[in-house]
C-alpha cells in the first residue's frame, strides 16, 4: 500500500485547505483511514478518521472546523480544513490502518502553513 498526499501549503488565517491522500492496492474500502499532523517540536497527533463504514471522530481543536470524507471508488481520503489558525500549522500525515490485524501505513506528509 502507498499513500500519496497533497494539497497543503501557505494560507492566511481564516481560510481554507482540502488535503487529499490517494492509495494503492484494492483494500482502501476495508481501511479506517486517518489525518495526523506534527507540528515543530511536537509529537504527532490524531486530527480526524474515518472507519471502512463511515464513523467519524475528530480532535477537540479541530472539531467545527475541519472534515473528514472518504471516496472508496478512488482510493482517497479528504481533510476539508476551514477556519485555519496559526496553530494549525504542521505536516498533515495520512494514514490507512487495518482495525483487525492492525497493519498501518503511512504517506509522506504534506505541510500546511497558516500565518496570521
Known amino acids: 500500500v502507498q499513500l500519496q498526499a497533497s494539497g497543503g501549503g501557505l494560507v492566511q488565517a481564516g481560510g481554507s485547505l482540502r488535503l487529499s491522500c490517494a492509495a494503492s492496492g484494492r483494500t482502501f474500502a476495508r481501511a479506517a483511514m486517518r489525518w495526523f499532523r506534527q507540528a515543530p517540536g511536537k509529537q504527532r497527533d490524531l486530527v480526524a478518521s474515518i472507519t471502512s463504514g463511515g464513523s467519524i471522530n475528530y480532535a477537540d481543536s479541530v472539531k467545527g472546523r475541519f472534515t473528514i470524507s472518504r471516496d472508496d471508488a478512488k482510493n482517497t481520503v479528504y481533510l476539508q480544513m476551514n477556519s485555519l489558525k496559526p496553530e494549525d500549522t504542521a505536516v498533515y500525515y495520512c494514514?490507512?490502518?487495518?482495525?483487525?490485524?492492525?497493519?498501518?501505513?503511512w504517506g509522506q506528509g504534506t505541510l500546511v502553513t497558516v500565518s496570521s
Open positions: 494514514n490507512l490502518h487495518f482495525l483487525i490485524t492492525g497493519l498501518t501505513y
